[in-house]
């Protein structure tokens, strides 16, 4: 089993910064694929980012150059840091576990609750 814990979420204005965080619990943290994933009312879930356990990382294009994931296997937890955040990148962040096959992102179904990040114009 395992448990996905994301926080750091809140209001900021435009051209702010946020740092998520994403404490995981069980012994796969280190061997998986770690994504971030936003919601935003009205729209599908997307995917803005993930991290290989290698460390390899890929971006949507929509945050590319603003937001940078990272990993610390050490501490079970995942992190996002965003930068330059837009009205638009308001949403529910969640995280989760996953893999890469045929070169995308596949989650599994672990999730976490979310952490709402609202930025104001």
Avoid at 44 to 49: G, I, K, T, Y
Avoid at 59 to 75: E, L
Avoid at 82 to 103: F, H, I, Q, W
């Amino acid at each position: 089993q395992v448990q996905l814990v994301e926080s750091g979420g809140g209001l900021v204005q435009a051209g702010g910064s946020l740092r998520l965080s994403c404490a995981a619990s069980g012994s796969i943290f280190s061997i998986s694929t770690m994504g971030w994933y936003r919601q935003a009312p009205g729209n599908q879930r997307e995917l803005v980012a993930h991290i290989t356990n290698s460390g390899r990382t890929d971006y949507a294009d929509s945050v590319k150059g603003r937001f940078t994931i990272s990993r610390d296997n050490a501490k079970n937890t995942v992190y996002l840091q965003m930068n330059s955040l837009k009205p638009e990148d308001t949403a529910v962040y969640y995280c989760n576990v996953g893999r890469v096959m045929g070169g995308s992102y596949v989650p599994f179904d672990y999730w976490g609750q979310g952490t709402q990040v609202t930025v104001s114009s």
